[in-house]
T-cell receptor, first 111, second 116 residues
């Protein structure tokens, strides 16, 4: 069975600081991994995904994530936070015809 | 339409009432998913359709929950005899192919159900 664990339900960073949102996964097969973002009053949208190939994946709005098989991790980073990054972020893993989501991390940006 | 459309956006039901939530996926999308998102939680898988076939309904919490997609496009999630614990946002998502291959789900804005 597949699952994801997101460490920290709330993360606060200052504007311009590094953003790091943590995700660890469990999968019995080579995983496909995703990060989705949910802005207030909007639907979830895909930030980036890892399927095969390059382990460092770049997404929209300057975000990137690195697949580390040895650590079963897929952490999301952005070098410099912007106020518009305030949202809820969900890590997800695919398997058995469905995509399983973590509980989410709410990112707060401090001025 | 250009995106996934869900209706109603908000629904208030008295305990014991039946509700029906509608999802219009992006035209031509093969896969359709329903998720339940409780307050402060991530989306929890309910059920999955590939065209009109319901391939996985393992996430439906009880036999009060029923979903259909009879013509392989519009889908309806029905909840019978609603209970307070059914209060949540119900998300619909579609994908042009097999979602686990393409990796991208296109989500609607959700239907927020409040059961009093």
């Amino acid at each position: 069975a597949q699952s994801v664990t997101q460490l920290g339900s709330h993360v606060s960073v200052s504007e311009g600081a590094l953003v790091l949102l943590r995700c660890n996964y469990s999968s019995s097969v080579p995983p496909y991994l995703f990060w989705y973002v949910q802005y207030p009053n909007q639907g979830l949208q895909l930030l980036l995904k890892y399927t095969t190939g390059a382990t460092l994946v770049k997404g929209i709005n300057g975000f990137e994530a690195e697949f580390k098989k040895s650590e079963t991790s897929f952490h999301l980073t952005k070098p410099s936070a912007h106020m518009s990054d305030a949202a809820e972020y969900f890590c997800a893993v695919s398997g058995n015809d469905k995509i399983i989501f973590g509980k989410g991390t709410r990112l707060h940006i401090l001025p | 339409g250009a995106g996934v459309s869900q209706s109603p956006r908000y629904k208030v039901a008295k305990r014991g009432q039946d509700v029906a939530l509608r999802c219009d996926p992006i035209s031509g999308h093969v896969s359709l998913f329903w998720y339940q998102q409780a307050l402060g939680q991530g989306p929890e898988f309910l059920t999955y359709f590939q065209n009109e076939a319901q391939l996985d309904k393992s996430g439906l919490p009880s036999d009060r929950f029923f979903a259909e997609r009879p013509e392989g496009s519009v889908s309806t999630l029905k909840i019978q005899r609603t209970q307070q614990e059914d209060s949540a946002v119900y998300l619909c998502a579609s994908s042009p192919g097999l979602a686990t291959n393409t990796g991208e789900l296109f989500f609607g804005e959700g239907s927020r159900l409040t059961v009093l």
